[in-house]
């Protein structure tokens, strides 16, 4: 247990889970004391602070005790820290807005808009889709996040946002004209077309007025000359054209508007209504804006007019170009990819629902070197690296994208470790893997002509401050031991040329090796911060580029254009 101080202070009382709330380990005794202190609508809160929660009824929910907030867990009490949070949580109905120093809500939203643009594009960027081994773990919550991500992204984020689009939708929908053939009084027909010719046969007559031009053609001299009067058929048939917004591509818009409604309803159900997104508020808040919207649109009289989808017109220029429908349509594949797409589902739940930073750190350090290998070569093929073992099936070693001037970017590639030698071998019977120690995985990895390029992404610190800054958490430097951990990549991982932090600090080291003769040689640390959006970077004031271009010894005049990073 910890220890317990003198001083009682409780901040707020959450009635639905019978749970006090403090800064303090020291409660009241009674519930109903507890109960006194009532529940604020947002409690704001430090992520170096560190709290602590009772249960009076000894029941802490699963969601809560297995959150990665909670230090330690003891019968009916727990120790919590939000170190690496950020922005709104919540523990049942009590709403906590989380202070963070290092990086705050507005860029923790920006670099999670960030992720999804940039993990879509990889999706769309090969024929073979990413997630061609995906499979299920559980009841498919991992897909959840993922389709929630998009959804937010693209619908609510993005430029033009759901509500634009419907404008769009609305105001210039795609129309066709349709041919339509009517029977009319021979009065309003003009000349003689196949219509009238069918109602030759046992239809009524009439005679003309005076100067009709029927009476003029060929078949009405027939007529004349035959009865001596100006006989017609009294009914004839005539060709309307009208312009409908009935097409192919407003039903499939309509289907899949729809569709969206269904999609979110079952989004609000597995991820809000069934203990998911217990810690993000956003995410109902969210789900109910983005159904209320959906609504809206297909609340337009143009609908009713629209009719049920026969098939997807997956070829049509206006759902590939038009805008409004353009927009609708890309979102439309990336779904029906996304659902068998494994990169980041694992790690989904927790960059939603508890906003896990160092997690997001991660992956957005991985699509900037991505983005800088982009400026040097041609991705061609992306890939899963699957476990090799029978009994592994179902776990995977990262993620492999190959370019077309040979070089290959891994994320999470575990290299393979060493037995060691506990008795005497004789000479070549010991078969070292690709450390001659224990296994590694580092976060990212360029592989080129034999050698290895190493990036690590550090984004984690203790509840005493990160890197060995004040109490607050603001990051300035690297720590030696980050150092140390690029020295172990080094000497342990065969043929690696350098070995890098990555991290959201102020200040860069590199540290060449003995005898180095370019800049990736050696091993150190680069800041890389993430701002309020992206920032273009000139490539030659960049030193991630310059590391990378020195390891693929490229000149400036293999460059294309500067990209955004």
Sequence with gaps: ?????????????????????????????????????????????????????????????????????????????????????????????????????????????????????????????????????????????????????????????????????????????????????????????????SGIIQTLTGGPVKELAVGHPLAQTGLGTIFRNATGRNLFPSAGRREVKTLTVDTYENRFIKFFLESLQTKVEGLKNSLVGRGGGYFNPDISTDLDILHQKISHVLSHNMWRDVGAVEFIPGNSQILQRKDGYSQLFKLYSLLQLATRCDFLATDFQDLIEIK????????????????LMDTIS?????????????????????????????????????????????????????NQGDSYSHKFRPDIVIEYQGRKLIFDAKYKGKRSGFYGSDEQGVIESWKDEDIDKMHSYHDAIRDVAGSFVLYPGNLTIVYPVHGSTCTCEGVGAISLKPGTGTIMVPLEHNLTYKIIASFLKIGREDLVEPQII
């Excluded at 409660?27 to 430090?46: D, H, K, N, R, T």
């Excluded at 896990?356 to 983005?371: A, G, I, M, N, R």
């Excluded at 001037?405 to 994320?411: I, M, R, S, V």
């Design 356 to 371: 896990d930073l160092p997690t997001l750190y991660e992956y957005w350090c991985f699509f900037q070197v991505k983005s």
């Design 1 to 193: 247990m910890p220890v317990l101080s003198n001083k009682m202070t409780v901040s707020a009382y959450e009635p639905s889970l019978e749970m006090a709330f403090s800064d303090s380990p020291v409660f009241p005794e009674s519930q109903e004391e507890a109960a006194q202190y009532g529940c604020e609508e947002v409690l704001e809160i430090e992520e170096w602070q560190t709290f602590y929660a009772r249960f009076y009824s000894n029941q802490i929910p699963s969601a809560i005790a297995e959150s990665k907030c909670v230090v330690n867990r003891y019968p009916g009490f727990i120790e919590l820290n939000f170190g690496n949070f950020v922005g709104l949580s919540r523990l049942g109905k009590l709403r906590l807005r989380i202070i963070n120093r290092k990086i705050s809500a507005d860029v923790y939203e920006a670099m999670l808009d960030e992720l999804a643009e940039r993990y879509a594009s990889l999706i769309f960027s090969f024929g073979t889709p990413v997630g061609q081994h995906y499979q299920k773990s559980g009841l498919g919550r991992d897909a959840s996040f993922i389709e929630y991500l998009f959804l937010r992204k693209f619908l609510l984020n993005d430029s033009p946002d759901i509500e634009a689009i419907g404008s769009m939708l609305a105001y210039e929908p795609h129309r066709i004209f349709v041919k339509e053939i009517q029977t009319c009084p021979i009065d309003q027909c003009l000349g003689v077309n």
């Design 378 to 430: 041609k991705a061609q093929s992306v890939s899963r690296i699957i476990s090799d073992s029978p009994l592994q099936h179902d776990l995977t070693k990262g993620l492999r994208v190959e370019y077309e001037n040979g070089a290959a970017l891994l994320f999470n590639h575990i290299y393979s470790g060493s037995p060691g030698i506990r008795k005497q071998v004789e000479p070549g019977g010991y």
